[in-house]
């Protein structure tokens, strides 16, 4: 049946009157997955798992499908120990196993927040552009969203402006990024405490999934937990660990705000696979991250090249540049990918986003962009 037959319309039709109301006429998330040469739209890590570490997690696996028969441990007891100790090694802040909060992807971990601080009669705040699943997740989960808003050009949230923003909606979840997608710009850490001051009703959530990339002297908001029992620090093993495909985020909060997420989990939400790859991978965190400074370098150089073709890239804290200057950001997207380089449309007028990758995917984004900016560029008015 295809879908323009008159059976499928009849049944597109039928199932658009059953669905809830405040979800008509959405569009479901999704980055286009093409078969490209140089695929640089999702920030994902362009190196490959190394094959030392595909043989251990093979291993470690082998006794875990034999138990299948078994549901997964409910507590990633496991998981949690090397999470804790990952994260002592990496930001110098000592947290608990009991602080920590795992999920399939970080987006289930925003999720868990979602449903167990938000709902109907509930707003959650965030700050625009910024990572586009916020708002997602918290209006499918019924919770009000409030678009607050940074300023305009500069993309900056001072701490001045999201405090004001925070106590005219009084919301129930605050999202803050750091670094910021699709900006790339590290949060002033200011910020954050003067959202928790100005929305005291609020559970404040700092999105750290690139944590990893930010250039030194980046403070991370685990540094704030103690004694902050509404701030909450979400992070991915998705980019800076090149295991995108493995599926696995978390959190760190107070331990009483991690039990609260017991009442919204689905049960063994965790597979034993799951917990077992993350595991091990963490295990091995020192050759995993070895590329991320290699990723450093190539964001570094894409600002620089982008920058001396006349263009206006964000300086970044993250594995991804935004830049401006383009007179049709989708029309230069577009030629990109008839290049062979997908980049991401993210909406924002005359601006792109491109992931650093490897030198070779580097080189071909900046020489595809090359040709083109002299025809994409947008010019400026006449003073």
Request: with cysteine; charged share 20%.
């Given at each position: 049946?295809?879908?323009?037959?008159?059976?499928?319309?009849?049944a597109?039709?039928?199932?658009?009157?059953?669905?809830?109301?405040?979800?008509?006429?959405?569009?479901?998330?999704?980055?286009?997955?093409?078969?490209?040469?140089?695929?640089?739209?999702?920030n994902?890590?362009?190196?490959?798992?190394?094959?030392?570490?595909?043989?251990?997690?093979?291993?470690?696996?082998?006794?875990?499908?034999?138990?299948?028969?078994?549901?997964?441990?409910?507590?990633?007891?496991?998981?949690?120990?090397?999470?804790?100790?990952?994260?002592?090694q990496?930001?110098?802040?000592?947290?608990?196993?009991?602080?920590?909060?795992?999920?399939?992807?970080?987006?289930?971990?925003?999720?868990?927040?979602?449903?167990?601080?938000?709902?109907?009669?509930?707003?959650a705040?965030?700050?625009?552009?910024?990572?586009?699943?916020?708002?997602?997740?918290?209006?499918?989960?019924?919770?009000?969203?409030?678009?607050?808003?940074?300023?305009?050009?500069?993309?900056?949230?001072?701490?001045?402006?999201?405090?004001?923003?925070?106590?005219?909606?009084?919301?129930?979840?605050?999202?803050?990024?750091?670094?910021?997608?699709?900006?790339?710009?590290a949060?002033?850490?200011?910020?954050?405490?003067?959202?928790?001051?100005?929305?005291?009703?609020?559970v404040?959530?700092?999105?750290?999934?690139?944590?990893?990339?930010?250039r030194?002297?980046?403070?991370?908001?685990?540094?704030?937990?103690?004694?902050?029992?509404?701030?909450?620090?979400?992070?991915?093993?998705?980019?800076?660990?090149?295991?995108?495909?493995?599926?696995?985020?978390?959190?760190?909060?107070?331990?009483?705000?991690?039990?609260?997420l017991?009442?919204?989990?689905?049960?063994?939400h965790?597979?034993?696979?799951?917990?077992?790859?993350?595991?091990?991978?963490?295990?091995?965190?020192?050759?995993?991250?070895?590329?991320?400074?290699?990723?450093?370098?190539?964001?570094?150089?894409?600002?620089?090249?982008?920058?001396?073709?006349?263009?206006a890239?964000?300086?970044s804290?993250?594995?991804?540049?935004?830049?401006?200057?383009?007179?049709?950001a989708?029309?230069?997207?577009?030629?990109?990918?008839?290049?062979?380089?997908?980049?991401?449309?993210?909406?924002?007028?005359?601006?792109?986003?491109?992931?650093?990758?490897?030198?070779?995917?580097?080189?071909?984004?900046?020489?595809?962009?090359?040709?083109?900016?002299?025809?994409?560029?947008?010019?400026?008015?006449?003073?």
């Amino acid at each position: 049946m295809s879908a323009d037959s008159p059976e499928a319309r009849t049944a597109a039709h039928e199932i658009g009157r059953l669905l809830r109301p405040d979800l008509r006429g959405r569009s479901p998330y999704g980055a286009p997955q093409l078969d490209v040469p140089v695929r640089l739209n999702t920030n994902e890590n362009s190196y490959p798992v190394p094959e030392v570490i595909v043989r251990a997690v093979m291993a470690a696996l082998e006794d875990d499908i034999r138990s299948l028969n078994r549901y997964p441990d409910r507590e990633f007891t496991d998981l949690r120990a090397v999470l804790t100790s990952y994260l002592g090694q990496q930001s110098g802040v000592r947290v608990r196993p009991e602080q920590v909060w795992a999920g399939n992807g970080s987006n289930e971990v925003l999720s868990h927040l979602v449903q167990a601080f938000g709902g109907h009669g509930r707003t959650a705040l965030g700050f625009t552009p910024s990572y586009s699943m916020h708002p997602i997740i918290t209006a499918t989960l019924g919770t009000t969203w409030a678009d607050g808003m940074r300023e305009s050009g500069t993309f900056e949230l001072t701490a001045e402006a999201a405090a004001e923003q925070a106590r005219a909606h009084d919301p129930s979840i605050v999202f803050l990024c750091s670094p910021n997608n699709p900006t790339g710009t590290a949060l002033p850490f200011e910020v954050i405490g003067a959202v928790l001051d100005a929305a005291p009703n609020a559970v404040v959530v700092v999105d750290e999934a690139y944590a990893e990339f930010a250039r030194p002297g980046t403070r991370s908001a685990l540094t704030l937990l103690e004694g902050n029992p509404r701030l909450v620090v979400t992070r991915t093993m998705s980019k800076a660990f090149a295991f995108a495909g493995g599926r696995l985020g978390y959190l760190v909060a107070d331990p009483a705000l991690v039990d609260a997420l017991r009442l919204v989990r689905l049960p063994y939400h965790l597979s034993t696979p799951t917990q077992t790859i993350a595991r091990v991978a963490l295990q091995h965190a020192d050759l995993l991250l070895a590329t991320v400074e290699a990723i450093k370098a190539e964001r570094d150089r894409i600002v620089d090249g982008l920058a001396g073709m006349g263009l206006a890239p964000v300086a970044s804290d993250s594995n991804f540049v935004l830049f401006g200057g383009l007179a049709d950001a989708h029309a230069t997207w577009q030629a990109l990918l008839e290049a062979g380089v997908l980049v991401r449309d993210v909406g924002i007028p005359h601006h792109l986003r491109v992931t650093a990758g490897t030198p070779a995917e580097t080189s071909a984004f900046l020489e595809a962009m090359g040709r083109l900016a002299p025809e994409h560029r947008l010019e400026q008015e006449p003073a």
